[in-house]
Nanobody, 113 residues
Framework: QVQLVESGGGLVQAGNSMRLSCGTSGFNFGDSAMNWYRQVPGKAREWVEAITSTGDNTIYADSVKGRFTMSRDNAKNTVYLQMNSLKPEDTDVYYC??????RGQGTQVTVSS
């Protein structure tokens, strides 16, 4: 059974940092690129970042470039999203996604001004 479970969300003040985690099971994590997306009801889903299966390359949306860093630990089947210099417009539900495999339920990130 494929599972992706995000954690680490919550309320943070603008300018501060937060790290999200996504633990996975049920598929060959080390063979899969991974993505982070964000979305709230009524808004289009926004792709945030992607990382290759080995973790040696990442690509970022312009909206988070220079502030967010994605990483992974293949030994722990976990992917991370380090978010620095958070802004109120980063408020969203953040999802990890394994392409063509599945995605998690999401974790809420709220950035107060």
């Amino acid at each position: 059974q494929v599972q992706l479970v995000e954690s680490g969300g919550g309320l943070v003040q603008a300018g501060n940092s937060m790290r999200l985690s996504c633990g996975t099971s049920g598929f060959n994590f080390g063979d899969s690129a991974m993505n982070w997306y964000r979305q709230v009801p009524g808004k289009a889903r926004e792709w945030v970042e992607a990382i290759t299966s080995t973790g040696d390359n990442t690509i970022y949306a312009d909206s988070v470039k220079g502030r967010f860093t994605m990483s992974r630990d293949n030994a722990k089947n976990t992917v991370y999203l380090q978010m620095n210099s958070l802004k109120p417009e980063d408020t969203d539900v953040y999802y990890c996604d394994a392409p063509r495999i599945g995605r998690g339920q999401g974790t809420q990130v709220t950035v107060s001004s």
